[in-house]
C-alpha cells in the first residue's frame, strides 16, 4: 500500500500532505495531553511490532503493495484515532527515510490512507460493534480499515492516471480482502489477550466494561 514517488503528479501530492498535516497536528496535540510514563513504553512496542507487519509486503498487479497496516489496533488500544494517525505517521516516516518504503514527496497520501482511514474507520467501526461482541468488533474494524484504505489508494493511483480505476480497485480490493482478514484475526486476538490479563492498557474498553 505503500504509494512510491512518481507514482502520483505533484498536485495531487500536494493536497495530500496539506490533509495529512492537519491531522498530523492534531495526533500530536492528542499525544501532549494523553501520553504519559505509564502508556509511552505500550506506544513504543506497537510501533515496533506495527513496523515489522508493514514490512511484510506482497507485490500487487495494478497496483502497489499489500500488506497488514495496524492503525485501528492502535486506535482501540489508546481509545483514540488520533493515537493511530500519530504511531503510523511516525512508522512511515522511519520506512521512508531510512528503507525506502513509500516516497517522501507522496507520502502524505501514505499518511493519509495507512493513518488517517485505517485508524478513524477502525476506531469507528469498533465503537459501533464493541458492545456486541469485543473479538468481532475487533476484527470488523481491522478488516474494514485496511480494506477501505486500499480501495482509496486504488482511486487515487486512477486519478493520477498511473493505474486503471477497474484493475486498481480489483486487484488492491481482493489482494486486501484477504490480507484484512489477517489484519482483523491479529486485532481481534490482541485485544480480547489484553482485555483478559490487562484490560486496564485497553482505555476504551475500560468504559465498555463500566458502562456494563
Given amino acids: 500500500m505503500h504509494i512510491p514517488d512518481g507514482f502520483l503528479p505533484l498536485w495531487e501530492s500536494a493536497i ?3 490533509i495529512s498535516l492537519v491531522f498530523v497536528a492534531r495526533s500530536i496535540k492528542w499525544a501532549s495531553k494523553e501520553l504519559d510514563e505509564k502508556s509511552v513504553p505500550l506506544f ?4 515496533a511490532g506495527i513496523f515489522a507487519i508493514m514490512s511484510m ?5 495494478w497496483g502497489t503493495s499489500g500488506h497488514m497496516v495496524g492503525g485501528p489496533l492502535v486506535s482501540i488500544i489508546f481509545d483514540s484515532p488520533w493515537a493511530g494517525v500519530l504511531l503510523i505517521t511516525l512508522v512511515l516516516i522511519v520506512q521512508g527515510l531510512f528503507f525506502a518504503d513509500g516516497g517522501l514527496v507522496v507520502m502524505g497520501a501514505n499518511i493519509f490512507n495507512m493513518g488517517i482511514i485505517t485508524s478513524f474507520v477502525g476506531y469507528y467501526v469498533f465503537k459501533m460493534l464493541k458492545n456486541v461482541s469485543i473479538p468481532v468488533a475487533a476484527f470488523a474494524a481491522g478488516w474494514t480499515g485496511v ?3 486500499a480501495i482509496a489508494c486504488a482511486i487515487e493511483l486512477a486519478i493520477a492516471g498511473t493505474f486503471p480505476l477497474d484493475k486498481g480497485l480489483m486487484y488492491m480490493g481482493l489482494y486486501h480482502a484477504v490480507i484484512g482478514i489477517i489484519e482483523g484475526v491479529i486485532t481481534a486476538v490482541v485485544v480480547s489477550y489484553l482485555s483478559s490479563v490487562r484490560p ?10 463500566s458502562n456494563g
Fill in 16 to 18: 495530500f500532505w496539506l
Fill in 57 to 61: 509486503n506482497v507485490p500487487i498487479p
Fill in 147 to 149: 480494506f477501505l484504505a
Fill in 44 to 47: 513504543g512496542v506497537l510501533g
Fill in 200 to 209: 486496564d492498557l485497553i482505555k476504551g474498553l475500560n468504559k465498555v466494561i
